[in-house]
């Protein structure tokens, strides 16, 4: 077992040999002119601990994935790695791994939501396969950047919404592509979690854990005292504006997906909260989004209407008596339809409705696939990923639109997505892109 030192690496260097500084291009192009992939794939994980171990252990359960290397700014997360992983090099510092592991054909970005983009944009620079989690991206910035970069260098992406490639979800999408309940008018779609905080924050610094890199961790955002009790690290980051992206960015990305999927939408025209706005640290709970998108063939008239919850929030009983008997689930989806209407719980089968018109029971499913498995055999040159950046990215743009409308209740944003700006509200738009921290720049973010 290797252990690197976050001293050991100059940043200096590694961010010129990303294209930050005065660094040609030949290093940088060498791993993305690949003729072809090797049969053999060296994996890196940038995370050791929750979804990254479920990452990572998913990716080289194929038998064509090794495991070289894993970085985590938090040593005391890594046990797991080195028990069943003892030949994998562990790092502190993700940028340490990319400069050293030069040989690497895909890697994992399954950190906190802030550190999503530096690192893939990163490894996609140096030819890397990308697997990563959602939200794809902190800011909507990013995603447009990430999206376009992995278009242009032909790499192999897929996002972490492994529903997209279950049957529930594939099912779903088929049911409403098919016109099952005629076209769509609206869409409702929510969730019961609650990643946000309305108290007050700590006023007081902790003493940083060992084996925890709190510089690391913090990364591109400006750097703050440690605050213990799960504040920040390990438990509590995706309530924080600068770390998380509150529930609708954790939980949009899976439960939207289907909606996105289904109707085929595009970027939205307009986006508006009437739920409340985040204080100046964290996220509010509560939420109720409504978008206005373009029209699609799987939908009625020019425009749709898909509206989120979450917190406490649902639909209401002139939406949810569509479910006659049936319980509204902690979250899901319901669409409604000229001839009918369907409900996607989070996760289960779709149940198309009134459920006396349908039997559901005998309607064929679509089989499921392995997300992860799908992202190997992409790479190996076997079939594609169903939730690469050019899907993914829009998906998360549109979600993250979501988040930072709260920033502005009651007030209807419109939204020019080729130009990345908000048309009607010049405020809003210093939230589409974020400053990175002195010393932390990444090439294209």
């Known amino acids: 077992m290797q252990m690197r030192s976050a001293s050991s690496l100059s940043r200096r260097r590694f961010l010129q040999q990303l294209g930050v500084g005065a660094v040609a291009a030949p290093f940088i192009t060498s791993g993305w002119m690949r003729s072809a992939p090797n049969s053999r794939l060296l994996h890196a994980s940038f995370g050791a601990s929750g979804m990254a171990w479920a990452d990572l252990t998913s990716i080289t359960r194929h038998p064509a994935v090794t495991l070289a290397a894993v970085a985590d700014v938090d040593l005391t997360r890594t046990g797991q790695v080195r028990e069943q992983f003892p030949d994998a090099r562990i790092y502190q510092d993700w940028r340490e791994l ?48 990430l999206t376009e970069v992995a278009r242009r260098r032909g790499l192999v992406t897929q996002m972490g919404i492994q529903i997209h490639s279950a049957s529930e979800y594939l099912t779903a999408v088929q049911r409403i592509q098919q016109l099952r309940i005629g076209k769509i008018t609206e869409v409702h779609t929510w969730s019961g979690k609650k990643w946000g905080d309305p108290g007050a924050m700590p006023q007081r610094t902790d003493p940083v854990p060992e084996g925890l890199d709190w510089d690391q961790w913090v990364g591109v955002a400006a750097m703050r005292p440690f605050i213990g009790d799960g504040w920040y690290h390990p438990g509590n980051w995706r309530k924080r504006l600068d770390f998380g992206t ?101 996760i289960g089968r779709p149940v198309l409705l009134p459920e006396a018109d349908h039997d559901n029971d005998r309607l064929p499913r679509v089989p499921g696939d392995d997300h992860w498995r799908q992202f190997v055999e992409a790479v190996l040159g076997n079939g594609t990923t169903l939730t690469k950046f050019d899907y993914s990215g829009p998906l998360t743009e549109a979600v993250l639109l979501g988040s930072l409308a709260t920033r502005f209740p009651q007030t209807t944003l419109q939204w020019d997505a080729a130009k990345l700006r908000f048309t009607n509200l010049r405020e809003a738009n210093q939230y589409v892109r974020s400053t990175y921290r002195k010393g932390w720049a990444v090439k294209g973010l």
């Not at 040989?103 to 890397?128: C, E, F, R, Y």
């Not at 970027?267 to 939420?287: E, F, K, L, M, Q």
């Open 98 to 145: 990319l400069d050293r592991e030069q040989d690497l054909d895909t890697v994992n970005v399954s950190t906190p939501d802030h550190m999503h983009a530096p690192i893939a944009m990163s490894a996609l620079q140096l030819g890397k396969h990308v697997y990563c989690e959602k939200p794809l991206t902190h800011n909507i910035y990013e995603s447009r950047q």
């Open 246 to 346: 509150g529930t609708f960015g954790d939980m949009g990305c899976h439960i939207y997906d289907p909606v996105f999927a289904a109707l085929a939408l595009t970027a939205p025209i307009s986006v508006r909260s009437d739920g409340p706005a985040p204080n100046d640290h964290s996220w509010a709970i509560d939420a109720r989004i409504e978008y206005v998108f373009p029209g699609t063939p799987f939908t009625e008239g020019r425009t749709v209407k898909v509206t989120w919850y979450d917190g406490d929030q649902r639909p209401g009983p002139d939406i949810t008596r569509v479910l006659g008997e049936l319980r509204v689930p902690d979250q899901g989806s319901i669409f409604l339809g000229t001839q009918g209407a369907m409900l996607l719980p989070h």
